[in-house]
């Protein structure tokens, strides 16, 4: 079995100093719990148990709290954007070039909005990450529309019949036999 690494000198004394702070979430107060009871020499299953985690939960505790300190206990836990390429304030000026160029007219593309990401950032993203760096600042995909709103059908027909390089079928011709 592997042995153990022992808590610091003064961790419980530390530990009960921020369960004295009244501002602690329930989360955070399991995890200061979690580090107390195993500084006072408790077992993981007990210590699992008392606090209402699992055991496996417990000794991740432990190693974050020996390898980080106290900044672990009061981590807002799974959640968050770790994997973000850029910062929400970074984005918004990103797509905000963008907005600019489109105002005046011109066709944004989403490849050369990732072209531009990749630049900023260092590294290929994947498209999906523009996709929903663009969802969040409340872009959508648009297509050109099939035809234009001030297109005459007419015109185009008589276009189509007047134009040179309208191809038409050849005139049918009756073949006969003589005969």
Not at 27 to 43: I, N, Q, S
Request: glycine residues 8%; aromatic residues 6%.
């Amino acid at each position: 079995m592997a042995t153990s690494i022992a808590f610091p000198e003064g961790t419980v004394e530390r530990m009960d100093e921020l369960l004295a702070d009244k501002g602690l979430s329930a989360r955070e107060h399991a995890r200061v719990m979690c580090v107390r009871l195993l500084a006072l020499g408790w077992e993981a299953q007990d210590v699992a148990e008392a606090v209402g985690l699992s055991r496996s939960s417990v000794y991740r505790r432990k190693a974050e709290y020996l390898s980080e300190g106290k900044r672990t206990l009061s981590t807002d836990g799974w959640g968050g954007r770790r994997g973000g390429v850029l910062s929400i304030e970074e984005e918004a000026e990103f797509v905000a070039r963008f907005e600019d160029a489109a105002r005046e007219g011109q066709l944004v593309t989403a490849a050369e909005m990732l072209a531009e990401l990749e630049r900023r950032c260092g590294e290929s993203p994947n498209p999906s990450t523009l996709y929903r760096i663009l969802g969040r600042h409340g872009w959508r995909k648009v297509t050109p529309r099939p035809r234009h709103p001030q297109a005459d059908p007419e015109r185009q027909e008589a276009f189509k019949e007047t134009s040179q390089h309208s191809w038409r079928p050849p005139e049918r011709t009756i073949l006969a036999r003589y005969g």
